[in-house]
């Protein structure tokens, strides 16, 4: 019969393997409190514990001088078993979702240490060796950010990358072994409120209603873990802007926001507000022929006559509106929209964000009409601010054949 492995014995295994040795300890059950699976905890616990009395023990005859000194033979014995259960049980675990690593400066250690211990009759500390930091208040033991991947032909763990992070959650990439294709996790923050939560579920619920190819994709919700899958993208608008500012052509910048138009344009036809305007929200797909456009971050977007919206009076978002302060945020309107996709373009088209370093009259007149104090000034409509950015790049282009 085939050997079928099984997370929830290899726990209990090590946990008598420990009890056995009389390696039990609860002192430091506070620094693993954050780990659900109780078998887990309490082996780090354990573990931990099993470190700290080792360590301290071998403190004793800490730092050495030029000849080392010896380490009596129990403790080495010990200390070999527990280094020997560490290292098998990250073996074993580094393909499940409780994949795990040990803290930098411990795993130097137990290396250190599997070079000089003996089982029999002591080990001699090396020469110059100075007292080990025993961590009373910090874990040594950290789990690996993964994610369990799922299909009807194929279930596999894949650790995260992390790539960014924001005021809700946190952003990974990991490879799916299965399509051998990359993908984005996004994970919720642990510190999160219910109203935070259901905010961020929201978001994934949004992006998924929307069939557009200028909306990122998202793929499969996580519940228990508040997390979900979405299609990876090459570059933030930011971060391509940045490093291709200096080569860039006027019809590269022309491109990025004719796409944006037609982005924004179907947002509004659904009666959605983003709400969130910014470099960092626009995203960037790098194909041989193409470069392809897609909003993300849903997490603050307005559905226009619905109780959904939050009517937080926060301002939000990089470029929005500063009026929004006294307004408040949850009045935000298609004004207040069309005023960040004002400077969003104007951005793109000088690859500035200092507003009042931008020189050239076409373009600084197309911002400062989008942006006028006066709400009445402004573009009014999508198709009215359309318009005047193709008539800008139009002029723009014109100056530049001549």
Same mark, same amino acid.
């Given at each position: 019969?085939?050997?079928?492995?099984?997370?929830?014995?290899?726990?209990?295994?090590?946990?008598?393997?420990?009890?056995?040795?009389?390696?039990?300890?609860?002192?430091?059950?506070?620094? #693993?409190?954050?780990?659900?699976? &109780?078998?887990?905890?309490?082996?780090?616990?354990?573990?931990?514990?099993?470190?700290?009395?080792l360590f301290r023990t071998m403190n004793e005859r800490l730092p050495t001088g030029d000849y080392g000194a010896h380490f009596w033979a129990d403790p080495s014995r010990e200390l070999?078993?527990?280094?020997?259960?560490?290292?098998?049980?990250?073996?074993?675990? *580094? @393909?499940? &979702?409780?994949?795990?690593?040990?803290?930098?400066?411990?795993?130097?250690?137990?290396?250190?240490?599997?070079e000089f211990l003996s089982k029999s009759g002591g080990s001699t500390l090396p020469p110059h060796m100075n007292k080990i930091t025993l961590y009373y208040v910090e874990p040594i033991f950290n789990l690996t950010e993964s994610?369990?991947?799922?299909?009807?032909?194929?279930?596999?763990?894949?650790?995260?990358?992390?790539?960014?992070?924001?005021? #809700?959650?946190?952003?990974?990439?990991?490879?799916?072994?299965?399509?051998?294709?990359?993908?984005?996790? +996004?994970?919720? /923050?642990?510190?999160?409120?219910?109203?935070?939560?259901?905010?961020?579920?929201?978001?994934? &619920?949004?992006?998924?209603?929307?069939?557009?190819?200028?909306?990122?994709?998202?793929?499969? !919700?996580?519940?228990?873990?508040?997390?979900?899958?979405?299609?990876?993208?090459?570059?933030? =608008?930011?971060? #391509?802007?940045?490093?291709?500012?200096?080569?860039? @052509? =006027?019809? %590269?910048? /022309?491109? $990025?926001?004719?796409?944006?138009?037609?982005?924004?344009?179907?947002?509004?036809? /659904?009666?959605?507000?983003?709400?969130?305007?910014?470099? +960092?929200?626009?995203?960037?797909?790098?194909?041989?022929?193409?470069? $392809?456009?897609?909003?993300?971050?849903?997490?603050?977007?307005?559905?226009?006559?619905?109780?959904?919206?939050?009517?937080?009076?926060? =301002? *939000?978002?990089?470029?929005?509106?500063?009026?929004? *302060?006294?307004?408040?945020?949850?009045? !935000?309107?298609?004004?207040?929209?069309?005023?960040?996709?004002?400077?969003?373009? @104007?951005?793109?088209?000088?690859?500035?964000?200092?507003?009042?370093?931008?020189?050239?009259?076409?373009?600084?007149?197309?911002?400062? /009409?989008? @942006?006028?104090?006066? +709400?009445?000034?402004?573009?009014?409509?999508?198709? %009215?601010?359309?318009?005047?950015?193709?008539?800008?790049?139009?002029?723009? &282009?014109?100056?530049?054949?001549?």
């Amino acid at each position: 019969m085939a050997f079928r492995f099984n997370i929830d014995n290899v726990l209990e295994t090590n946990i008598r393997e420990l009890i056995s040795h009389g390696i039990t300890s609860l002192e430091y059950e506070e620094l #693993y409190k954050d780990i659900s699976n &109780e078998k887990l905890k309490t082996l780090f616990t354990h573990l931990h514990g099993g470190y700290m009395n080792l360590f301290r023990t071998m403190n004793e005859r800490l730092p050495t001088g030029d000849y080392g000194a010896h380490f009596w033979a129990d403790p080495s014995r010990e200390l070999i078993f527990i280094i020997e259960l560490t290292i098998s049980l990250q073996g074993s675990l *580094k @393909t499940t &979702e409780w994949a795990f690593s040990v803290d930098e400066y411990y795993d130097s250690l137990i290396k250190q240490c599997r070079e000089f211990l003996s089982k029999s009759g002591g080990s001699t500390l090396p020469p110059h060796m100075n007292k080990i930091t025993l961590y009373y208040v910090e874990p040594i033991f950290n789990l690996t950010e993964s994610v369990v991947v799922s299909g009807e032909s194929h279930s596999f763990v894949s650790n995260l990358k992390p790539i960014g992070n924001g005021s #809700y959650a946190n952003v990974f990439r990991y490879t799916d072994e299965f399509y051998h294709r990359d993908f984005v996790l +996004k994970r919720a /923050k642990k510190d999160l409120s219910e109203k935070e939560l259901q905010r961020f579920k929201r978001e994934f &619920e949004e992006m998924q209603s929307l069939h557009s190819p200028y909306i990122v994709e998202v793929y499969s !919700y996580n519940e228990a873990k508040h997390e979900y899958i979405m299609e990876l993208m090459d570059f933030t =608008l930011e971060k #391509y802007i940045s490093k291709n500012n200096s080569s860039m @052509t =006027l019809q %590269e910048r /022309k491109n $990025i926001i004719m796409q944006l138009l037609r982005a924004y344009g179907y947002l509004h036809s /659904k009666n959605i507000y983003h709400r969130d305007i910014s470099p +960092k929200n626009v995203l960037l797909k790098q194909y041989d022929d193409v470069l $392809i456009v897609k909003l993300s971050d849903f997490g603050l977007v307005k559905l226009v006559n619905s109780d959904l919206t939050s009517e937080n009076t926060d =301002l *939000k978002g990089s470029l929005n509106d500063p009026a929004l *302060k006294v307004e408040g945020f949850g009045n !935000y309107g298609l004004l207040h929209e069309l005023y960040a996709i004002t400077l969003l373009f @104007t951005y793109i088209m000088t690859g500035k964000l200092a507003w009042d370093k931008i020189k050239d009259p076409i373009v600084k007149s197309f911002m400062e /009409k989008g @942006t006028n104090p006066d +709400k009445t000034k402004r573009f009014q409509t999508l198709e %009215e601010l359309g318009d005047a950015v193709k008539s800008c790049l139009a002029k723009l &282009e014109m100056i530049k054949q001549f």
